[in-house]
Each structure stands twice: as C-alpha cells, then as structure tokens.
C-alpha cells in the first residue's frame, strides 16, 4: 500500500460529461501529481502541485484542470469527455518536488461510452 | 529532448535467469532515474533509483546500471522469480528547478516481463 488514495476506481460515463477525480496524497507529501496512463500514449504527465501551487504542466488538455486543497488532496477535473480521454489516470505524491520519490495511487480507470 | 526509449517491449526469462531492460535518454538534464513495477489494476510501484554520480546501484536482486556518456541504464534482475512477472517502467527527471523537467517524470513505455516456472 503506497499510502495515496484515489477515488472513484472506476468510472463510466458518457462523450460531453464532466467528471472529477480525487487524489489523497500519503500523510507529510506536500506535492501531488497526476499522469494518465493509456496504451498508446504510455504514462504521460499532466500537472503537478506543490502546497497548493501549480508548479509545472504537461501535456494537459485545455478541456482538463487541477487543483489541490489546504489539505492538500487534489482534485482533477476533466470536461468535454471524448472517446479518447478513456485511460488510467494516476495521482502521485511526494515530500517535495525535484528528486523526491514518488508514489502512486492504484488509479481511477475512466471509461467513455 | 525529453524522451525515454525503453527496451524490449517483452521479455520471457525462466525462473532463476536474469531479467535485462534498458533504457536511453536524450535530455542531458536529467539527473534521477527511477524503475517502476506495475501489476495489473495496480499502480507503479518504485523499485530502485539512481542518480548520475553513481554507476551501478543494487537493492537485494534488483541492480541498477547507468552509463553517463552513453545516456542509457538498464535494470537487471537476479534470479528472476514468478512473483516478478509484472511490466517494469523506467523513467527519468531533472532535480533543476529552472528546468521544464523538474520533478515530473518521463516515462518509457514499459517492458512486460513473464518469468516461467
């Protein structure tokens, strides 16, 4: 157990909804960051947060966002769904940014109907 | 610039072989590289690290090689077992905070390794 929680683990849903992810970092990460793992693209960056801050992005589309909350759990919002916006996404945390290790989540599995 | 090329995409070892993945780099300001174990449903695990001041890591049958001249390093598992069956992801990131690559990791595409009884 990585101690990072994420919630829902599975998802279903329909092209054009909206959904939300959540991450609960391990207990003392202050950094949270999301990938979204799919066959064809492997596991991508999206966005990462540091204490509430936005510190870098990736190849995040426009239609997604982010945010992490003052206790630090972090919610990632994707709108507009497409067919291929289906995939794994995983949050990660670390103590800090930079070197730290980071451990990941069990993942929210997204599936667009 | 910020590709990680992985290899292979498969790998079949018998129980008690060595397991080799390697892995090559192209951005020069990539200083951390870690080794991530993936079960099915299951998130990436960290295996093992190294950072560039060293050549060779080692942690119980997994080592780590890293050649700086050459960009690359490989994993090596001793002994593979069949609880090693899983797919094994390198990756790599910058400990510059300046630089597009801090703390986020690029990932390779993964190897997925079968050990038989």
């Known amino acids: 157990d990585s101690g990072v929680t994420q919630t829902p683990k599975h998802l279903i849903t329909a092209t054009g909804q909206r959904v939300t992810l959540r991450c609960s970092p391990r207990?003392?990460?202050?950094?949270v960051y999301w990938y979204q793992q799919s066959l064809d693209q492997g596991l991508q960056f999206l966005i990462q947060y540091y204490n509430g801050e936005e510190r870098a992005k990736g190849n995040i589309l426009e239609r997604f966002s982010a945010q992490q909350f003052p206790d630090l759990h972090s919610e990632l919002n994707l709108s507009s769904l497409e067919l291929g916006d289906s995939a794994l996404y995983f949050c990660?945390?670390?103590?800090?940014?930079?070197?730290?290790?980071?451990?990941f989540g069990d993942g929210t599995r997204l599936s667009i109907l | 610039q910020q590709q990680v090329k992985q290899s292979p995409q498969s790998l079949i070892v018998q129980k008690g072989g060595i397991s080799i993945i390697n892995c090559a780099y192209e951005?020069?300001?990539?200083?951390?590289f870690p080794w991530y174990q993936q079960f099915p449903g299951k998130g990436p695990a960290l295996l093992i690290a190294i950072r560039p001041d060293v050549s060779e890591k080692k942690e119980g049958r997994f080592t780590i090689s890293f050649n700086k001249s050459a960009k690359q390093f490989s994993l090596h598992i001793m002994d593979s077992q069949p609880g090693d069956s899983a797919t094994y992801f390198c990756?790599?990131?910058?400990?510059?905070?300046?630089?597009?690559?801090?703390?986020?990791?690029?990932f390779g595409q993964g190897t997925i390794l079968t050990v038989h009884p």
């Open positions: 990660a945390s670390s103590v800090e940014g930079g070197l730290q290790p980071q451990h």
């Open positions: 990756a790599a990131s910058s400990g510059n905070a300046g630089g597009t690559s801090y703390g986020k990791l690029t």
């Open positions: 951005n020069t300001a990539f200083d951390y």
């Open positions: 207990s003392g990460d202050l950094s």
